[in-house]
């Protein structure tokens, strides 16, 4: 299927110039072919033809269209956020090869953990940094600019490390990497631009989040199968070489990807109102096109400014906009003590070796992308995103606490399985939630700033649940087991932090209903 998607985006985005145009005749037939499993499922669950209906505001109409150049296209595209997805998608397939071929790179070079582990903060650092420039940015020149601009840095800062042989010009290519790893915050921007705020969103946001877990899940098995061809059909016997040809390809795709879809552009018809349009027009803004630009103001989104669905007041921005920050650190907690703890707990306390691990990672990031693509909209439908968020929390909570404690298979792995899913749906909800509850010129800036306070807690986490880890074995565990400590911490944070959506939702039923009550008396 992942295949099938990237010859689709091939088929379907590249629009035809002369020199093309001799080659591209005998190969559409082929390329339709092989991408029609792609197309069927992102016509069906990646995002239905239903949800992109025109959204009328006050008797006018804002509709998302997907527009190359002058050209005819050789196919149609059946969803406006494809290229969205694609982006993400390729970007965090360059950030799944560079986690597990990254650290065999620099051990061939001589290189310490020590300074594998300031490459990795080095990448964290500057995507903290580079996030909240770029979602500004994209305001400005237009959301897919800034995406393509992202896939061009992870081109070149793969090549770079591709050709590099020092310790110092691999931490500098993987700086450009996280100056430019701004994919995710840009997309769920974008789909805020696209889509009216509400289950609609957050559905559209967790495909986006379905696609960055698929890029980590098909990242080390696409670095893993270029090793081999290099091994066995090219006899390349050196795995520093080896390395560096998965380092080439990765950035040799992402500028292929790059090139194939350059002609493609996001628009809205000139005029047309914004989702929930009438907010912006009172506010004297034009009309924002799909991929962020605007002729007046701040360019920075479609949607209402008041949040909600067009209408409800937004909490004070410093509490909201607090809670969905704080949540989004207590989430990639979780996923670091998922990662990185958990291999040293299941190295000493469960007798698991490489191959047990690699499983066990690999069962979590499909659990996690299948409650994305198919239990979260359906949970978004019911409940909404609060609840949804609350209750992610708490799964998280308690499967990550409880799959320390309890050790006995295959009970173990199912509370480890658990935690990740609660995982799953407390990030994309929490997404969700950032972009509900900001006003329309705050948004991109909010959902960036979500973004950076992610990367920040990549760098600090580790050395905390690390150092928590090694007093937990060092000292026995106390009333704990040994090596317990730092998963029943960060489970006791996010089910403290659980209760956070459900009173950002209380606050606007509260306020709703005062306003009612006071518009009823006049």
């Known amino acids: ?65 997907l527009a190359a150049s002058q050209s005819p296209q050789p196919a149609a595209v059946r969803s406006p956020l494809l290229p969205i997805w694609l982006a993400v998608l390729v970007q965090m397939l360059g950030v799944g090869i560079t986690l597990s071929t990254l650290p065999v790179f620099l051990t061939n070079l001589g290189c310490t953990p020590n300074q594998l ?53 691999i931490a500098c290519a993987r700086a450009m990497a996280g100056l430019t790893a701004a994919s995710i915050p840009v997309a769920q921007v974008a789909v805020a631009d696209m889509l009216p705020p509400g289950p609609e969103t957050s559905k559209a946001l967790s495909r986006v989040a379905s696609a960055a877990s698929l890029g980590i899940i098909c990242g080390p098995a696409a670095g893993g199968l270029v090793s081999e061809v290099a091994r066995v059909v090219f006899d390349v016997q050196s795995t520093e070489l080896q390395s560096r040809l998965v380092f080439g390809a990765s950035g040799l795709f992402a500028a292929l990807v790059l090139l194939v879809t350059s002609r493609v552009t996001l628009q809205s018809p000139r005029g047309a109102a914004p989702a929930g349009g009438s907010t912006s027009a009172a506010r004297g803004r034009t009309a924002t096109n799909a991929d962020g630009r605007s002729g007046v103001g701040d360019g920075g989104g479609g949607s209402v400014g008041g949040g909600g669905d067009g209408g409800e007041a937004l909490p004070p921005q410093w509490l909201a906009q607090g809670l969905c920050r704080w949540q989004a650190a207590v989430c990639t907690s979780g996923s670091v003590v998922g990662i990185a703890t958990y291999t040293l707990f299941a190295l000493r306390f469960l007798g698991y070796g490489q191959p047990q691990i690699a499983l066990s990672q690999s069962c979590a990031a499909a659990a996690a992308l299948g409650v994305n693509l198919l239990l979260l909209p359906k949970l978004l439908d019911r409940w909404g995103e609060a609840p949804a968020c609350t209750l992610g929390l708490s799964v998280l909570g308690l499967g990550l606490s409880t799959s320390a404690l309890i050790t006995r298979q295959p009970f173990h792995a199912l509370l480890f399985l658990l935690s990740r899913a609660g995982l799953a749906v407390a990030e994309t909800t929490g997404a969700a939630l950032t972009a509900r509850y900001s006003a329309v010129e705050k948004r991109g800036r909010n959902l960036a700033l979500l973004q950076s306070t992610q990367s920040g807690s990549r760098i600090f986490s580790p050395l905390l649940f690390n150092a928590l880890y090694t007093h937990s074995v060092s000292s026995g565990g106390g009333f704990l087991p040994g090596g317990t400590l730092p998963f029943v911490v960060c489970g006791a944070c996010a089910l403290l932090t659980a209760p956070a959506p459900m009173m950002l939702r209380a606050w606007v039923a509260r306020h709703k209903a005062t306003r009612g009550t006071s518009e009823k008396e006049k």
């Open 117 to 169: 582990a300031v490459v990795i903060s080095i990448f964290s650092g500057a995507q903290m940094v580079g996030c909240p420039i770029l979602v500004g940015l994209s305001s400005r020149i237009g959301r897919l600019t800034v995406l393509r601009a992202c896939l061009g840095g992870n081109a070149i800062a793969s090549l770079l490390t591709a050709v590099s042989s020092s310790y110092t010009s």
């Open 1 to 65: 299927m992942v295949v099938s998607a990237f010859v689709f985006a091939i088929s379907a985005f590249a629009a035809p110039t002369p020199l093309q145009a001799p080659l591209q005749a005998p190969l559409q037939a082929p390329l339709q072919l092989a991408a029609r499993p792609s197309i069927r499922l992102m016509s069906s669950n990646f995002l239905p033809t239903t949800r992109l209906t025109p959204h009328v505001a006050h008797g006018r109409s804002s509709q998302t269209l």
